[in-house]
C-alpha cells in the first residue's frame, strides 16, 4: 500500500496517551473548534454552535412572557422555530460538505462562520414591539434558518481540516476534543441565562416589568458573536493541509484508471481527437467533476455501505437525541424545575437552574468519557454500547414515567444523557471524518450529518403534537425503536481506529489498475 500520512505525522511515534496534546494540536482545536489558542476555554465556535441550536429552549420560556403574556407558544410555530437551525443545517451541510472537497478546505473555510454571524445579528433585529406575535415567530425561524446553514456548514468543515491534519492515531481524540464543546456549549448557554436573568431581577421581578425579558434574550443569544468573531480571522487565513493536496494527485489517479476502465468510448474518442500531444486538452478530458467522482466512488457497495451506515446512525441518533433536548421542559417538569410556581421572573430562574442541572449531570461527562477511552476502546464499540444503554434508560423513562420519583427520575435522565454522549452523539460526528478517504470526506461528513438533522427536525415538529396525541410515554417508545435500530446500522461500519482511508483508496486504486 502506498502511505499516506499527515502533516502531523512526526508526533505518530508518540507513546504519550492520545489525549494528551501537542502544542500544535492544541492549536488546531483552536482553530477547528473556537478561537485562539489563548481563549481555548471560553471561546469555541463548536460551544458557539451548540449555544446557538440549544439557547433557542429558554430563548422560547421567554418569548412567552413577551409576546403571549405567559401562555404557551403556538405548538405549530414553536417547533418551526426550534427546527429552524436544523432546516439551515441540512442545506448548510450539503453545500459546505461538497464545496469543501470540490474547492478545498482553504477556500471555503470561514465562509460558514460569517453567515453564522451575519443571521445572529439580524435574529436580534426581531421586532417585537411592531410585529404580530405569530409574525415574531416567523421572523426569528427565518433567520434561525440562515443561522443554521452556517452552523451547518461548520460540521464538515471542522471535521475534515481536524481529520486531514490529525496524527492517526489520535485522529478520534480529536475530534471527540473538538465535538465535546457541544457539551460546553449547552453549559454556557444556561450559565449566562442565569448571569443575565439575575441582573434583571430588579427590573422584571421588583418592578414588575416583565416585557424586560426581551433585553434578556437578546444578551443570551448576541453572547454567541463573542466566539464567532473571535475565530474568523484564524479560520480565514488556515493554509491548506498536505493531506488534502496529495488526495488531489491521487484524484488524478483515480480519473486516469476510470477512464482506463469504465468503458466510457465517448471520452476516449475526445481524447484521440484532441490529440496525445496537447496535455492540456488531455487533462480537460480526463478530469470528471466532483460529484461525478463522488457518484462513482459510491456506486460501489463496499463504498455505499458505509455511507449508508454513517447517515442512517446519525439519523436515528438524532430524532431520540434532539426529541430530548429540544423539549426539555417535558423533562424538567419531572423533576420540579419547570418554573410553573412563582413571579415570571422566578419561573424562567428555575427553568436555567433546570437547564444547568441536567447539562451537568451527564451531557459534559459522557463528552469526556469518550475523549478519553475512544482510542482505547474503538468507535464501534462506544457507539453500539451507547446506543443500547440510551436505549435502555428510555425504556425506563417510558415504562415508569409517572411513577418514577424525583430522584429515580433524574438519576436515569442523566444515565440516558451519558450514554448519549458517551456513545453515539459523539462517534457520529467522528465516523465520516474517519472512514471516508480526503478526496470525499467533508461531502460525506456533510450528508451524513444532514441526514441527522433530518431526524432532529422531524423530533423538533413531531415531538409535542405526538406527544399530545399518544403521551410523552409512547413518544420514549418510539426514541428506544430509534436507539435499537442505530446500533444494528452501527454493524456496516467498520472500526476505523488505526485506519487510513487514503491508504485504502491507493491499495484500491492500484488494484483496479491491474
Wanted: hydrophobic residues 45%.
Amino acid at each position: 500500500m502506498a502511505s499516506k500520512r499527515s502533516n502531523l505525522a512526526s508526533v505518530e511515534g508518540d507513546n504519550r496517551p492520545p489525549y494528551y496534546l501537542t502544542y500544535t494540536e492544541v492549536k488546531l482545536l483552536g482553530i477547528a473548534g473556537g478561537a485562539s489558542v489563548h481563549h481555548i476555554l471560553l471561546n469555541d465556535t463548536l460551544r458557539c454552535i451548540a449555544y446557538d441550536l440549544f439557547v433557542i429552549n429558554p430563548v422560547a420560556t421567554m418569548l412567552q412572557y413577551r409576546l403571549y403574556g405567559g401562555h404557551a407558544l403556538p405548538a405549530g410555530l414553536q417547533g418551526f422555530m426550534k427546527a429552524g437551525a436544523n432546516i439551515g443545517s441540512v442545506i448548510g451541510q450539503f453545500l459546505f460538505g461538497y464545496l469543501a472537497d470540490a474547492l478545498g478546505r482553504k477556500a471555503i473555510y470561514g465562509k460558514e462562520l460569517m453567515l453564522v454571524i451575519g443571521a445572529t445579528i439580524l435574529c436580534l433585529t426581531t421586532p417585537t414591539g411592531s410585529l404580530s406575535p405569530n409574525s415574531c415567530l416567523i421572523y426569528l425561524a427565518v433567520f434561525r434558518i440562515i443561522l443554521g446553514i452556517g452552523v451547518g456548514g461548520d460540521y464538515p468543515m471542522s471535521a475534515s481540516i481536524t481529520s486531514d491534519r490529525a496524527a492517526i492515531r489520535k485522529r478520534g481524540t480529536m475530534l471527540a476534543y473538538i465535538f465535546s464543546n457541544q457539551g460546553w456549549g449547552s453549559l454556557a448557554g444556561s450559565l449566562v441565562t442565569i448571569v443575565v436573568l439575575a441582573a434583571y431581577k430588579h427590573v422584571m421581578n421588583d418592578e414588575g416589568k416583565t416585557s424586560k425579558v426581551d433585553g434578556v434574550w437578546r444578551i443570551v443569544v448576541g453572547v454567541s458573536l463573542i466566539p464567532a468573531f473571535g475565530t474568523l480571522y484564524q479560520r480565514l487565513t488556515l493554509p491548506e493541509s498536505d493531506r488534502f493536496k496529495e488526495s488531489q494527485g491521487q484524484a488524478q489517479e483515480v480519473n486516469e484508471i476510470q477512464l482506463q476502465h469504465s468503458g466510457n468510448w465517448a471520452a476516449e474518442a475526445a481524447a484521440k481527437k484532441a490529440g496525445q500531444h496537447d496535455a492540456y486538452a488531455v487533462e480537460v478530458v480526463h478530469k470528471e467533476s466532483h460529484f461525478q467522482e463522488f457518484l462513482h466512488y459510491f456506486s460501489e457497495w463496499r463504498h455505499m455501505k458505509l455511507l449508508i451506515g454513517t447517515s442512517m446512525c446519525w439519523f436515528l441518533l438524532d430524532i431520540a437525541f434532539y426529541g430530548i433536548n429540544l423539549n426539555q421542559n417535558v423533562v424538567l417538569q419531572q423533576i420540579g424545575f419547570d418554573g410553573k410556581t412563582g413571579t415570571p421572573w422566578e419561573k424562567l430562574f428555575k427553568v436555567s437552574t433546570g437547564n444547568i442541572i441536567i447539562t451537568v449531570l451527564g451531557f459534559v461527562p459522557g463528552y469526556w468519557a469518550t475523549v478519553l477511552l475512544i482510542e482505547k476502546l474503538g468507535r464501534k464499540w462506544i457507539q453500539i454500547q451507547g446506543f443500547l444503554l440510551a436505549a435502555l434508560f428510555l425504556a425506563i423513562l417510558a415504562g415508569k414515567f409517572t411513577s418514577l420519583s424525583k430522584p429515580a427520575f433524574i438519576v436515569c435522565f442523566s444515565l440516558l444523557q451519558f450514554f448519549f454522549n458517551f456513545g453515539a452523539n459523539t462517534t457520529t460526528y467522528c465516523y465520516p471524518a474517519e472512514v471516508f478517504p480526503t478526496r470525499f470526506k467533508a461531502f460525506a461528513h456533510g450528508m451524513s450529518a444532514a441526514a441527522g438533522k433530518a431526524g432532529a427536525i422531524i423530533s423538533a415538529l413531531a415531538f409535542n403534537s405526538l406527544s399530545e396525541s399518544i403521551g410523552t410515554a409512547k413518544v420514549l417508545w418510539i426514541f428506544v425503536a430509534c436507539c435499537i435500530a442505530g446500533a444494528a446500522f452501527t454493524l456496516l461500519l467498520p472500526e476505523v481506529r488505526g485506519r487510513d482511508p487514503d491508504e485504502i483508496l491507493a491499495w484500491e486504486m492500484a488494484e483496479g489498475a491491474q
